[in-house]
């Protein structure tokens, strides 16, 4: 097991149970105890976790995997997510791409669409995400607009009042939106203020909205709300969501796509 996956699985664990001790780390991970400390100081230097005598504590009440360590969880429910996203985007749209892994892998869907393969241009995309607009700029059949705004290191999404005076110019055809939670009273939502904030300005801008998202965040609330149900045009999520849920949803008005 390479290191960088060892610490995405130790991290996995410390968010799931809220502390680890070394001996316990070490004989999940079939790794010495040694190791297993090593980790623990080097993640407790870049502040991910807490390190205590003989384990280590989640960083904080609201603790946040960074992006590139939550790429390993649902991969083929969201690769399947983004495919039916991507098939709901029009030739010469300009669509709106949120930060995060569901969103991350809806632009790379775009990217195989061989209908998008040329054009001037064949998308016009606009984002608050570093990573999806450094992934997209080489692809010279795609106008890309980036937000202004502060990086976070977690999502690498610019977040901020600088990102207002680029949204408040333009508008969208389509927003594809990443959620931390989707409630059907509560409608959606996101666990950093900052994030919500601007995936509620792409949202009012947007002539629909899209939010991709797996099972697992349905039915379920986040700190800050993005939008309500009622702003939400469709849902796009997996086979993991149950009749009822979708039920429910397909009730408040959003129309419910499975992959």
């Not at 080097?42 to 939550?70: C, D, F, I, W």
């Not at 998008?116 to 607009?145: H, M, W, Y």
């Not at 290191?153 to 508008?171: M, T």
């Not at 991709?212 to 939008?227: Q, V």
Request: hydrophobic share 45%; glycine share 8%; with cysteine.
């Amino acid at each position: 097991m390479s290191r960088e996956a060892r610490w995405q699985a130790l991290l996995e664990l410390l968010v799931e149970r809220g502390r680890l001790d070394v001996e316990g780390a070490a004989k999940e991970l079939d790794v010495s105890a040694a190791t297993i400390r090593r980790d623990f100081d080097q993640l407790a230097e870049q502040q991910m976790l807490v390190r205590t005598r003989g384990g280590a504590l989640v960083h904080g009440v609201s603790y946040e995997l960074p992006l590139r360590y939550k790429t390993a969880r649902k991969v083929s429910e969201k690769e399947r997510i983004a495919k039916a996203v991507a098939g709901l985007i029009t030739p010469g749209e300009v669509v709106g791409l949120t930060g995060g892994t569901t969103t991350t892998e809806v632009a790379r869907a775009l990217t195989l669409r061989p209908d998008l393969a040329d054009g001037a241009p064949a998308l016009t995309v606009v984002t608050n995400a570093l990573n999806i607009a450094s992934e997209l700029a080489v692809r010279p059949q795609f106008k890309i607009v980036v937000t202004g705004g502060v990086a976070r290191p977690q999502s690498y999404e610019l977040v901020g009042p600088l990102a207002d005076g680029v949204l408040d110019q333009i508008a969208l055809d389509v927003a594809v939106v990443g959620v931390g939670a989707f409630h059907v009273r509560h409608g959606a939502s996101a666990h950093d203020e900052g994030e919500a904030g601007i995936n509620r300005l792409l949202c009012e801008h947007a002539a629909r909205v899209v939010v991709a998202a797996d099972s697992t965040k349905l039915g379920e609330r986040a700190f800050a709300r993005i939008c309500t149900t009622q702003q939400v045009d469709v849902l796009v999520t997996d086979t993991g969501l149950s009749p009822e849920a979708a039920a429910q949803f397909s009730d408040a008005g959003v129309e419910v796509r499975t992959a």
